[in-house]
């Protein structure tokens, strides 16, 4: 288990970043990027993880609770090939399913009113999806 890691909840407008340690043990580090245009966003992507040393990308994948995929998931496997294109890194695809869900919970139980954590839940779900990974390595 080495190298750092980044977790992306993508969205249509905003997207959730969450990097680790070096080591790739503990999540670290998490914004929120706004953005709608994929290539500009793959772009950004590319150069962050660059200058943080990312040695691993996952991706998460929005499935239906019956483990089912739709448009959302079509998108975002098309997202993960012009990732792969940018960064030349392979991105590991991570189901998502509860992690906005989640990220809202956690948000709203800290006393986070709505509005004011627009920005915040998707780097919270992009978190959670990291958290996720990094334990399965274990």
């Known amino acids: ?9 993508y969205g249509d407008a905003r997207t959730g970043l969450a ?7 503990l999540c670290g580090e998490a914004v929120t990027i706004n ?15 660059k200058q943080r040393q990312v040695e691993t990308l996952v991706l998460g994948l929005p499935k239906n609770m019956d483990g089912s995929e739709g448009a959302r998931a079509e998108k975002c496997r098309a997202f993960k090939a012009l ?29 986070k009113k709505e509005k004011k954590h627009k920005n915040t839940v998707d780097a919270v779900a992009a978190s959670l999806l990291l958290e996720g990974y990094l334990g399965s390595r274990r």
């Open 1 to 9: 288990m080495s190298g750092r890691v980044l977790a992306i909840d």
């Open 19 to 25: 990097f680790s340690d070096l080591l790739g043990i």
């Open 35 to 49: 953005e709608w245009n994929a290539e500009r966003l793959a772009d950004t992507i590319a150069e962050m993880a």
């Open 83 to 111: 990732l792969e294109e940018r960064t030349g890194l392979s991105v590991v695809l991570w189901d998502e399913r509860r992690s906005s869900i989640e990220a809202h919970n956690i948000l709203h139980a800290v006393g």
